[in-house]
């Protein structure tokens, strides 16, 4: 299989393993990792031997989202806000091909999956979580609005409440609950995660992989049926909220550890 700086990949027959492989910044998400992202998840669209392929993180977390380190990959503060609006759109793409594979996807979901982490949790088909795994959608405390074209995601497997007090109240939620939502379809001991996670995958790789991959396709595409018409705005939304004065407000209480006060400007 292909080589990626941050991504361990392996195979053990019809079954690949796909792991986040930056421990020291618990698997944060900069544009190299989305771009290494989309390029292993869209490998596997000619790959007609590889039926399930399961997703992980090294490490104590899953992912810890987006990598807010301004050193990494900074968009250059000159460019137009056309080269801007498509540069920001990586994150969308990253997960529009992880939702769109062909093979059964599973997360194996050990720790936190915040964020842009959760957003790649969601675009899985199953999830196995570890009893120490959480979530959280952490955008809205720091002044904007989740994109990557996964807020219709969490809502398809939450329900509407759910989704906005994870979304628009910043929640985060731990293993049983995550499991009593219906985000997490079976929840296990950390030592037993990734045995768990292979069981799954062996038994939905026995099955004929023509008729499962297109009920899996059918079964996406009625959920997500109006996702595109209703989430073609987000990115434009993130880069209006992104300059508003609560937005710095939001990163200086961050960075000083203090309360923010909002004013809606």
Not at 125 to 137: L, P, T
Not at 168 to 188: F, K, N, P, S, T
């Amino acid at each position: 299989m292909t080589e990626y700086k941050n991504l361990l990949c392996s195979r053990k027959g019809y079954i690949a393993t796909v792991t986040f492989n930056r421990p020291q910044k618990m698997n944060a998400l900069d544009r190299a990792d989305l771009e290494e992202i989309e390029a292993v998840a869209l490998s596997f669209r000619d790959d007609p031997e590889t039926r399930v392929v399961v997703f992980t993180g090294t490490g104590k977390h899953f992912s810890s989202g987006a990598d807010l380190s301004p050193t990494i990959h900074p968009i250059d503060a000159n460019a137009n806000l056309a080269l801007r609006r498509r540069r920001a759109r990586i994150g969308e793409r990253a997960i529009q091909a992880v939702y769109g594979m062909d093979q059964i996807t599973i997360a194996a979901w050990n720790g936190g999956a915040l964020g842009g982490g959760a957003c790649l949790t969601t675009a899985m088909d199953f999830r196995i979580g570890a009893d120490d795994c959480f979530m959280q959608y952490p955008e809205v405390e720091i002044g904007v609005n989740l994109m990557w074209k996964s807020l219709p995601l969490i809502t398809h497997l939450a329900g509407p409440a759910r989704a906005k007090r994870l979304v628009a109240g910043g929640e985060r939620i731990h293993a049983e609950e995550l499991l009593a939502w219906g985000i997490l379809d079976q929840l296990v001991a950390r030592d037993e995660l990734l045995a768990t996670a292979m069981d799954w995958a062996e038994r939905y790789a026995k099955l004929p992989p023509i008729p499962q991959q297109m009920i899996k396709q059918s079964v996406n595409a009625i959920a997500s049926a109006l996702d595109q018409a209703v989430m073609h705005m987000d990115v434009d939304q993130n880069l209006f909220s992104s300059i508003t004065e609560d937005r710095r407000e939001a990163i200086q209480a961050y960075l000083a550890k203090s309360d923010p006060t909002f004013t809606g400007n």
